[in-house]
């Protein structure tokens, strides 16, 4: 069965230093890996994605992620944090030649001041 | 804003009622998707229509139905609501390819009563 894991119920850091959200998946076939963010009371909004080539991608609002093959993992990074990036994180996987999106179960992010 | 539409924003409604929640894709999208969003459950994939044909089933419950429509408008008939129907329900739309990204649109809140 594929599926897509985000460990981390919620995240918190302080605003400046570093993020990470974490993602991994297992997946039979080659995956699709995307990145998306929600606000409160908002649908979801696409952040970045991994289709082929380089594996670290960058997305929008300064976000970053690196796909890793050995580990399964796609995990979203960026340098240093701000209070608006406080928000709940999706990671989500497609497998080429699926229709299905297979989501993980979010992540929420605080940033404190 | 992405583009997907939304109809209505929130809807309350008793249990044992039947309610309509509509969706238009992005101009030329021709995939609709549709999902639900419950605290306890995050989020869940229902169902996935290409061009007018079902393309991909997940958790959606047999009370519950969907279509699309020649102008790849969506519907998603709920009936014999039950109050752990309350939810976000979410529709997005995405391009042909395996690569593209959903679009998603800003949810439908029900409250069954």
């Known amino acids: 069965a594929q599926s897509v894991a985000q460990p981390e119920d919620q995240v918190n850091v302080a605003e400046g230093n570093p993020l990470t959200v974490k993602c991994t998946y297992s997946?039979?076939?080659?995956?699709?890996l995307f990145w998306y963010v929600q606000y409160p009371n908002r649908g979801l909004q696409f952040l970045l994605k991994?289709?082929?080539?380089?594996?670290l991608v960058k997305g929008s609002y300064g976000f970053e992620a690196e796909f890793n093959k050995s580990q399964t993992s796609f995990h979203l990074k960026k340098p240093s944090a701000l209070v608006s990036d406080s928000a709940l994180y999706f990671c989500?996987?497609?497998?080429?030649?699926?229709?299905?999106?297979?989501f993980g179960s979010g992540t929420k992010l605080n940033v404190k001041p | 804003d992405s583009g997907v539409t939304q109809t209505p924003k929130h809807l309350i409604t008793a249990t044992g009622q039947r309610v309509t929640l509509r969706c238009s894709p992005r101009?030329?999208?021709?995939?609709v998707y549709w999902y639900q969003q419950s605290l306890d459950q995050g989020l869940q994939f229902l169902i996935q229509?290409?061009?007018?044909?079902?393309?991909a089933k997940g958790n959606i419950l047999e009370r519950f139905s969907a279509q699309q429509f020649p102008d790849l408008h969506s519907e998603l008939n709920l009936s014999s609501l039950e109050l752990g129907d309350s939810a976000l329900y979410f529709c997005?739309?995405?391009?042909?390819?395996?690569?593209?990204?959903?679009?998603f649109g800003p949810g439908t809140r029900l409250t069954v009563l």
């Open positions: 101009s030329g999208d021709l995939s």
């Open positions: 989500a996987v497609r497998i080429y030649n699926f229709n299905k999106f297979y």
């Open positions: 997946v039979s076939g080659n995956p699709y």
């Open positions: 997005a739309s995405s391009g042909e390819r395996f690569g593209d990204e959903q679009f």
């Open positions: 229509y290409y061009n007018g044909e079902e393309r």
């Open positions: 991994y289709i082929t080539g380089d594996n």
